[in-house]
Every structure is written in C-alpha cells, then in structure tokens.
C-alpha cells in the first residue's frame, strides 16, 4: 500500500506563508511525477505551480531520496485559501509484486485571513 501524508497546512494571514510537505509512504521503488493541486472553495481543482496567480510567489520542489514533495508559498492572498491535494504519478511499488498507480493524499486546509 502507498499513502500520501501532507503536514504543514494552517491558518495564515495574508502576506504570511506556509510550507507544506507531503510524504509518499510504502514500498516504493520510483516516483514518476509529484505535485501539488488546490480546490478553492465553490471552484474545481487546479495545478499548483504553473497557474499565473502564484507565479512568483509559490515554489515546488522535490526530494527524491525522501519521496517528498514541497509547497512553499510566500505573499498569501485570501485567494489562495483552499484545500490542497498531493499528488503522486506513476508510483511503482514493489509489494505485493510489482505495480504503477497514481494516488492522491487526503489535503490540508489552508486559509489565509485578511
């Protein structure tokens, strides 16, 4: 079994920043992709990362020796409150025997007070 656990999300003030991570756990030989989605309230979900609203503001980075996935966003707007998702892509576990799956972690609330 693989699971996604985030941890960093929270209350903030606008202005302020969080940093997120999020963990793929289980026994895991290699990771093709991991990211980050958002779904503000009332809308769809989104990519994180590449969106014109965050540019220069939020920054993706990956640790691959610890199949770890960070979000660091500065300069929070009340826009950006919402729940955010880990994602995981091409996830090949190595019990039972061998498998490629995509997952999803189960989100953090994050919300950005004015």
């Known amino acids: 079994q693989v699971q996604l656990v985030e941890s960093g999300g929270g209350l903030v003030q606008a202005g302020g920043s969080l940093r997120l991570s999020c963990t793929a756990l289980?026994?895991?030989?290699?990771?093709?992709?991991m990211g980050w989605f958002r779904q503000a309230p009332g809308k769809q979900r989104e990519l994180v990362g590449y969106?014109?609203?965050?540019?220069g503001r939020f920054t993706i980075s990956r640790d691959n020796a610890e199949n770890t996935v960070y979000l660091q966003m500065t300069s929070l707007k009340d826009e950006d409150t919402g729940d955010y998702y880990c994602?995981?892509?091409?996830?090949?576990?190595?019990?039972?025997?061998?498998?490629?799956?995509?997952?999803w972690g189960r989100g953090t609330q994050d919300t950005v007070s004015s």
């Open positions: 994602y995981a892509g091409g996830v090949l576990s190595v019990t039972p025997g061998k498998r490629v799956a995509n997952y």
């Open positions: 289980g026994r895991i030989a290699s990771i093709n992709t």
């Open positions: 969106a014109d609203s965050v540019k």
